[in-house]
Structures are given as structure tokens and as C-alpha cells.
Nanobody, 121 residues
Framework: QVQLVESGGGLVQPGGSLRLSCAASGSIFSIIAMGWYRQVPGKQREQVASITGVGRTNYADSVKGRFTISRDNAKNTVYLQMNSLKPEDTAVYYC???????????????WGQGTQVTVSS
């Protein structure tokens, strides 16, 4: 089995910072990409940032210049450093991994349980 566990969410004031972590564990052969998504009630889940297994990154326009995604391949962990937070960043943040659990299987998506981020004064 593969598990993704997020941590680091909380309540911060506008302009503050948070660092989210997501650790993947279990049977992992190779990671194609990992990323962060966020969702608020009544809205579609949206991609915030992603990073490939070789380190290429991508960001949503709404977070460019404020958020930074990084990884530690030795720990199968991805991070999201969030700076200059805005109230509109408030959401449940979910970790996603596109990975192969075995060398004989195709890659598929795995999801974490989500961590709440609230930006409010």
C-alpha cells in the first residue's frame, strides 16, 4: 500500500507563512511527480503546484512568486512553502503523487487526507 500524510496546516494572519509537508510511504518504485491541490466547499479542487521526479516545477498563476514547492527524494517527501498568504488561500490542501508502486505496474494517482489552511485576521 501507498500512503500520503500531510502536515503543517493551521491558522495564520494575512501576510504570514506556513510550510506544508507530505510524506509518501509504502511500496514505491518510482515517483513521476508530486503536487499540491486545494479545495474549498462548493468549488472544484485546483492544482497549486507540482514537481516532477527530476525536479521540474509548475505553479498556478495565483501563487507564483509566493509559494515554493520542493522535494526530498531520500524521504519521499514534498514540501510547500507558502509566503505572503492571502485570505483567498484559505482551503483544505491535499498532497498528490503520481507514482509506480511496482516496476511491473503503471503509474497512478494517490492522495493524502488533506490539511486545513486558514488565512484570517
Amino acid at each position: 500500500q501507498v500512503q500520503l500524510v500531510e502536515s503543517g496546516g493551521g491558522l495564520v494572519q494575512p501576510g504570514g507563512s506556513l510550510r506544508l509537508s507530505c510524506a509518501a510511504s509504502g511500496s514505491i518504485f518510482s515517483i513521476i511527480a508530486m503536487g499540491w491541490y486545494r479545495q474549498v466547499p462548493g468549488k472544484q479542487r485546483e492544482q497549486v503546484a507540482s514537481i516532477t521526479g527530476v525536479g521540474r516545477t509548475n505553479y498556478a498563476d495565483s501563487v507564483k512568486g509566493r509559494f515554493t514547492i520542493s522535494r526530498d527524494n531520500a524521504k519521499n517527501t514534498v514540501y510547500l512553502q507558502m509566503n505572503s498568504l492571502k485570505p483567498e488561500d484559505t482551503a483544505v490542501y491535499y498532497c498528490n503523487a503520481d507514482l509506480r508502486s511496482l516496476p511491473t505496474t503503471r503509474s497512478r494517482d494517490y492522495w493524502g487526507q488533506g490539511t486545513q489552511v486558514t488565512v484570517s485576521s
